[in-house]
């Protein structure tokens, strides 16, 4: 494989989990704007709840748990503590549709991954 092939091999895998990144980014604040509706948080704590949920993405998953599960897991505590348990497949129903949306969304939105 020659330097030039294997940069560009780089390049692409870059791109890819730049755009996964992204994708994952944009369904958490979704799905963090949506929770916190469910929260009955507003204005300020509902942008702050919502980036919470974002952060989970920088956070190593516990055990043999994934990042999805650390998602759901954050939000499901958060609705029991506030009484308005969703059952856990509901939310990761919920959760897969703000995926599918933010996928939709960041596919066809112009993006400048090379800063």
Known sequence: MTVVVARDDLRE????????????????????????????????????????????????????LTVDDNTVSQVLVDLINAGAAIPPDELRAILLEFEEQARRDTVTAPQDFDR
């Open 13 to 64: 895998r870059q791109f890819g989990y730049r755009l996964d990144f992204a994708i994952l980014s944009r369904r958490n604040a979704a799905f963090g704007r949506w929770a916190s509706e469910m929260l009955g948080y507003s204005g300020e704590t509902s942008t702050l709840y919502a980036n919470k949920i974002v952060e989970l993405l920088n956070e190593p998953p516990r055990g043999s």
